[in-house]
């Protein structure tokens, strides 16, 4: 069971639902509980952190131990999609003003995109124009990208050990192409950590959408 670790009063009982709807994969009862949190004044990211993001923690526990399977994850996936949607509104919309362009995708061979997605929406809420590139995205697509976007920060996305070396070879991509220039390069994803960022030459790497938005703010001095 999820705590109420922002502390802002939410109703526990309501995380809970939250919390277990995901976990079982009830997108309705997700929804409900979403709508009813927002309503109730909730603040979205404490339905995020406190409910939705522990729930699928715990779903990848539970696939990894043999306990549910691929269909399981990919309901609790669908949920979490789901309550995102009308989370996401609070989160995009509060920008003033434009700060920056930041492109992103998820590796080739990966389609894990709900992090991402994340990610994303908390850049719009602090003032980015988000170019997403969407899943499974060739290291070339990201040269392309670059080339046409003239993006501040380009993040780069993976979820899988497997999936790991794309996002060092996506790197040596866009440096073989010569297309680095003043773009900041930000690696993130369940599997990537500091250490791996550095060793691959990132600029940057955050473990969540929060401090993604702060570390892509820093290394470009805003
Ligand atoms: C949901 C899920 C799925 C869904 C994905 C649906 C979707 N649209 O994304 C489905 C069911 C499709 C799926 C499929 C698979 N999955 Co899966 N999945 C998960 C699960 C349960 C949750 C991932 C998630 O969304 N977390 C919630 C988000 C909010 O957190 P997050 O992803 O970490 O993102 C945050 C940070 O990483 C960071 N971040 C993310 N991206 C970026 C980018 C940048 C630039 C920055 C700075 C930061 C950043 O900010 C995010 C927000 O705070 C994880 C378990 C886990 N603990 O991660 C397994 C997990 C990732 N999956 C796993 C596996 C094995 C698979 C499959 C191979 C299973 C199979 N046998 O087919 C397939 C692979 C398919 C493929 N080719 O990609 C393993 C990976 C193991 C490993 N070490 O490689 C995990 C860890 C489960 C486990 N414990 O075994 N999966």
Same mark, same amino acid.
């Given at each position: ?5 922002? $502390? ?7 995380? #809970?639902?939250?919390? *277990?709807?995901?976990?079982? $994969?009830?997108?309705?009862?997700? @929804?409900?509980? =979403? ?7 909730? *603040?979205?990211? =404490? ?9 699928? +923690? ?13 269909? *399981?994850?990919?309901?609790?996936? !669908? ?8 989370? !996401? ?31 994303? @929406? ?15 995205? %060739? ?8 080339? +046409?976007?003239? %993006?501040?920060?380009? $993040? ?18 866009? #440096? ?11 690696? &993130? $994803? ?7 960022? #550095?060793?691959?030459?990132?600029? &940057? ?8 938005? !702060? =570390? ?7």
């Amino acid at each position: 069971m999820p705590d109420d670790q922002t $502390g802002d009063g939410v109703n526990d009982s309501l995380l #809970d639902s939250l919390y *277990e709807a995901v976990l079982a $994969g009830n997108a309705d009862i997700a @929804v409900d509980s =979403t709508r009813t949190g927002l309503g109730a004044g909730a *603040e979205p990211l =404490t339905l995020l952190f406190d409910a939705m993001i522990p729930a699928l +923690e715990e779903v990848g526990r539970l696939f990894e131990s043999g306990e549910i399977f691929l269909p *399981e994850m990919l309901v609790s996936a !669908r949920a979490m999609q789901a309550s995102m949607a009308l989370i !996401r509104p609070f989160l995009a919309d509060a920008a003033s003003a434009r700060v920056g362009v930041f492109v992103m995708g998820t590796v080739a061979g990966d389609i894990h995109d709900i992090g991402k997605n994340l990610c994303n @929406v908390m850049l719009e809420g602090a003032g980015f124009e988000v170019i997403d590139l969407g899943v499974n995205v %060739p290291a070339a697509d990201f040269v392309s990208a670059i080339i +046409e976007h003239h %993006p501040d920060a380009v $993040g780069i996305s993976a979820f899988l050990t497997t999936t790991m070396p794309e996002v060092a070879g996506t790197i040596a991509a866009i #440096d073989d192409a010569g297309v680095r220039g003043e773009t900041k390069i930000l690696v &993130g $994803g369940a599997p990537v950590n500091q250490e791996y960022a #550095d060793r691959i030459g990132a600029d &940057g790497y955050a473990p969540n959408a929060v401090s993604a938005v !702060r =570390t892509v703010k820093t290394l470009l001095g805003i």
